[in-house]
């Protein structure tokens, strides 16, 4: 067999693994590449197909804090279950546009990832675009991803919270992420995609880290301001693109949760603190604490931190992060207050991408050669995706199942 035909096969290995059978692993012809391998999502596993829609969100209150935009653009995905998808589509994970920018910027914020090889626009999720949303009150998940990270990169989990009967929305933060495709271009500015500042770990600049934490906690505030309105029968979008029949009766923004990775984990904390429309939040690794102003000092702790929360937290870590000491003196400040709802969970031979789709994907890489065993541990750990997918689900889904059940 030639050396492509035998990356084809491992990779169809891997996807026999995530997805039980249901499916194969393909290169697909043409752009970017006949040869390009195609990655597959897992599965999710609760009862109900789900549906997908992007909104446009414009707050027009605040100026965007990285780039000369007088007002601060958003692109959220919002994942809900459906009442039927027949007729409706299925969404790949991201768009060509966002996919092309990714082949690098991915490879920029994860050096792991392999530059090429890869078609990223071929990956489809399992969710249905535009699908129309069962009419029962859901509660609501929030999604912030980690620093540099597009939404994209958290689907897996988004439609299993979903498929169990969650209405999931995950926010990018342009500016931040890695990459965000707008719907259109406005008068400032000229192009349809918006790429991430960021040149280093924001953890090495404290001001940088201040603001983009800042930045993500008021985005998360302003987007449930909008699903309050889309929940309350107007539509938020700013170009006003049709919703999908029943999303406005599909929202119970009485019963509220966050969660985050990383940057997004820290968002998710203090975003909980904060706003008390949010019930109950998941922090994925993500620091509570600024970095220090003098090296060698003690960085400030988050507000959450300092003073505790009354409402559940859960924090979820791995075993193989590299910075885990770092991360030890907030989670250890937040959990010493008495009467405390934060919990402490840990998952063992995993790393920090363990919590995104990387979980599955970076093994399936590494199965078509184009990413080392050593790279795949850094990325995510050398647990297998057959165990860490399910167990970064169980945990999620069993803390919200507890604290916001979905009936």
């Given at each position: 067999m030639s050396r492509r035909a035998v990356t084809r096969s491992a990779v169809l290995a891997a996807a026999l693994l995530l997805t039980g059978g249901g499916g194969v692993a393909r290169a697909q012809a043409g752009t970017p590449g006949a040869d390009d391998v195609t990655l597959r999502l897992p599965a999710p596993t609760g009862p109900h197909r789900t549906g997908v829609t992007t909104l446009y969100?414009?707050?027009?209150?605040?100026?965007?804090p990285w780039e000369p935009v007088p007002v601060r653009e958003l692109m959220i995905t919002v994942f809900y279950p459906a009442r039927t998808v027949r007729g409706h589509r299925v969404a790949p994970q991201m768009s060509g546009v966002a996919a092309a920018s990714f082949k690098d910027s991915g490879h920029l914020v994860h050096p792991e990832l392999p530059g090429q090889g890869v078609?990223?626009?071929?990956?489809?999720?399992?969710?249905?675009?535009?699908?129309?949303?069962?009419?029962?009150?859901?509660?609501?998940l929030l999604y912030s991803p980690g620093g540099g990270d597009p939404r994209t990169m958290g689907t897996g989990l988004a439609e299993e919270l979903a498929s169990h009967g969650y209405v999931v929305v995950a926010v990018d933060h342009p500016g931040d992420a890695s990459e965000v495709e707008?719907?259109?271009?406005?008068?400032?500015?000229?192009?349809?995609?918006?790429?991430?500042?960021?040149?280093?770990?924001?953890?090495?600049?404290?001001?940088?880290?201040?603001?983009?934490?800042?930045?993500?906690?008021a985005d998360t505030r302003f987007v449930l301001d909008q699903l309050e309105a889309l929940a309350a029968g107007r539509n938020p979008d700013a170009e006003g693109r049709p919703l999908p029949e029943g999303l406005s009766r599909a929202l119970d923004l009485r019963r509220v949760g966050i969660y985050g990775h990383s940057a997004g984990?820290?968002?998710?904390?203090?975003?909980?603190?904060?706003?008390h429309r949010i019930d109950a939040a998941v922090d994925l690794e993500g620091y509570l604490d600024h970095p220090p102003e003098t090296p060698g000092r003690e960085g400030e702790l988050f507000p959450?931190?300092?003073?505790?929360?009354?409402?559940?937290?859960?924090?979820?870590?791995?075993?193989?992060?590299?910075?885990?000491?770092?991360?030890?003196?907030?989670?250890?400040?937040?959990?010493?207050?008495?009467?405390?709802?934060?919990?402490?969970?840990?998952?063992?031979?995993a790393a920090h991408g363990v919590f995104t789709d990387f979980a599955a994907l970076a093994p399936q890489l590494q199965a078509a050669g184009l990413m080392t065993a050593e790279d795949r541990i850094r990325l995510v750990g050398a647990i297998e995706p057959a165990r860490s997918v399910p167990l970064v689900r169980h945990h999620v889904l069993s803390f919200f199942a507890g604290h916001l059940p979905p009936h």
């Open positions: 969100l414009v707050d027009r209150s605040r100026s965007d078609n990223w626009a071929a990956t489809m999720t399992h969710s249905h675009t535009g699908a129309p949303a069962q009419p029962v009150r859901r509660p609501v707008f719907p259109g271009r406005t008068p400032y500015r000229d192009t349809l995609l918006r790429e991430s500042v960021f040149r280093s770990d924001p953890r090495a600049d404290p001001k940088l880290f201040r603001t983009a934490i800042g930045t993500r906690v984990g820290t968002t998710a904390a203090e975003a909980l603190y904060e706003d959450v931190a300092r003073y505790g929360v009354d409402r559940p937290l859960l924090l979820l870590e791995t075993d193989g992060f590299p910075h885990r000491q770092e991360l030890e003196r907030s989670w250890s400040a937040l959990l010493a207050h008495p009467r405390g709802r934060t919990r402490r969970r840990r998952i063992d031979d």
